[in-house]
């Protein structure tokens, strides 16, 4: 049995093809404005509850693919997904703020 040959490129990497941090920034930033306003879906057909959108976001493998399928289509159910993203980054950025809150006042 034969082994398919690799493309000439594909088994060297060039230096010259390394990519600027601003260009991908610039990149995710049209992608998730392109996500959260060219899909409007106003009569939010086929949306699933905001909690199955915050579950994607907190524990996306317990989450049937149908639903990250949906917020790829959904502008409505993107922003929110984004909104709860958001939310946790800010709760995990700051793990003393969660600490502080759980204890009581000193007096």
Known sequence: MRRPLPLPS???KSKDHKRKPSVDKAF???GRKHLAEDFPNRTRQGCPQDDVLRLLAEQP???DDSVLDHITLCSPCYTTYSAFLQQ???KHSNPRSQTRSSKSPRV
């Open 28 to 30: 995710l930033k049209l």
């Open 10 to 12: 594909a088994s060297r």
């Open 88 to 90: 946790m980054k800010a």
């Open 61 to 63: 493998t317990e989450v």
